[in-house]
T-cell receptor, first 115, second 110 residues
Framework: GAGVSQSPSNKVTEKGKDVELRCDPISGHTALYWYRQRLGQGLEFLIYFQGNSAPDKSGLPSDRFSAERTGESVSTLTIQRTQQEDSAVYLCASSKGLAGESEQFFGPGTRLTVL | GQSLEQPSEVTAVEGAIVQINCTYQTSGFYGLSWYQQHDGGAPTFLSYNALDGLEETGRFSSFLSRSDSYGYLLLQELQMKDSASYFC???????????FGKGTRLSVIA
């Protein structure tokens, strides 16, 4: 596609429910990243996928968070038993590669609100 | 680990020049990047410095001094549309993702 797409654009859920967020990276991009951005804050790294390598999960804040990626395509970020503190914009980004690659292309984000 | 420091807010007048500084601490270094984010929008790439010196792209320039672990973004001929948040980001190794600073909110006033 022309750019990184994410769905849904907005998600409102009740505390304790599970949510799934989807990311479609730019075709041919081997690296995919998830970030969380709370209101007025910076980007908090969550997880990244690079080709067929094991994902770097070092940024996941708790075991309620998990992510999967099918090959070099779609990724889903799952948050189980959501808490109000999970309310944030979840941004996905992709890049052609990592070594020497400097630019990440971001999607529009999913705004998650946990009531 | 890595840490990045940048001012939280900067205000400047339309037509002026503004400099946004960034200092970093990393175990290694693989380049300093700058991203712009308008309210409600996604971050977009502005520049990347892997080597010391100044990189110029139109009204925007970015500088890096690896010996000082310091860089800055320079915006010239400021326009109202430049009002946004600006993030510096570093990669400390070739196979790790970017780590972002907390961002500098730039307000351009008439």
């Amino acid at each position: 596609g022309a750019g990184v797409s994410q769905s849904p654009s907005n998600k409102v859920t009740e505390k304790g429910k599970d949510v799934e967020l989807r990311c479609d990276p730019i075709s041919g991009h081997t690296a995919l990243y998830w970030y969380r951005q709370r209101l007025g804050q910076g980007l908090e790294f969550l997880i990244y996928f690079q080709g067929n390598s094991a994902p770097d999960k070092s940024g996941l804040p708790s075991d309620r968070f998990s992510a999967e990626r099918t090959g070099e395509s779609v990724s889903t970020l799952t948050i189980q038993r959501t808490q109000q503190e999970d309310s944030a914009v979840y941004l996905c980004a992709s890049s052609k590669g990592l070594a020497g690659e400097s630019e990440q292309f971001f999607g529009p984000g999913t705004r998650l609100t946990v009531l | 680990g890595q840490s990045l420091e940048q001012p939280s807010e900067v205000t400047a007048v339309e037509g002026a020049i503004v400099q946004i500084n960034c200092t970093y601490q990393t175990s290694g270094f693989y380049g300093l990047s700058w991203y712009q984010q308008h309210d409600g929008g996604a971050p977009t790439f502005l520049s990347y410095n892997a080597l010391d010196g100044l990189e110029e792209t139109g009204r925007f320039s970015s500088f890096l001094s690896r010996s000082d672990s310091y860089g800055y973004l320079l915006l010239q001929e400021l326009q109202m549309k430049d009002s946004a948040s600006y993030f510096c980001a570093v990669r400390d190794k070739g196979n790790t993702p970017l780590v972002f600073g907390k961002g500098t909110r730039l307000s351009v006033i008439a």
